[in-house]
């Protein structure tokens, strides 16, 4: 896809998702991934930043939601309706409860498929972007 406008060639950020409310994570890296936080954002064009997570197992929850919120899915067969609560969801999937929370904030059409693509979610501290990403964003 070719670009009528000047966008910059895009950065990367590492975030430590340790000890962050998972809704206000999840709009700062939202807006990174589309690019809001440049002056050359352009809401057509894929202007975003890369964007890894690291720790997304820390993440915390306000109010009751480790028990109320719940995630559900279907299989595709009769009957296949399953459920998971945030905090199974944290054991088995840690990275899937930030990826849904960004994700979600993301415009619904086909340019969200590209800037999903550049969120990168790890559940501990290791990852294999350290050449792409010199220092931590603090957010």
Not at 83 to 88: A, F, I, K, M, N
Request: hydrophobic share 40%.
């Amino acid at each position: 896809m070719t670009s009528l406008f000047n966008v910059a060639k895009p950065a990367w950020h590492v975030i430590d998702a340790k000890g962050q409310v998972v809704g206000r994570l999840a709009v700062r890296v939202a807006a990174m991934l589309r690019g809001k936080h440049k002056p050359t954002f352009v809401p057509q064009e894929k202007c975003g930043d890369h964007v890894v997570i690291v720790n997304a197992d820390k993440v915390v929850f306000t109010g009751k939601k480790h028990t109320d919120k719940i995630y559900h899915w279907h299989s595709g067969f009769p009957g296949g309706k399953k459920q998971r609560s945030v905090r199974d969801q944290l054991v088995h999937k840690p990275e899937e409860v930030l990826r849904k929370a960004v994700v979600g904030m993301l415009p619904k059409n086909r340019l969200a498929k590209e800037q999903a693509k550049m969120l990168r979610i790890f559940a501990g501290e290791v990852h294999p972007h350290f050449a792409q990403a010199d220092k931590p964003t603090v957010l």
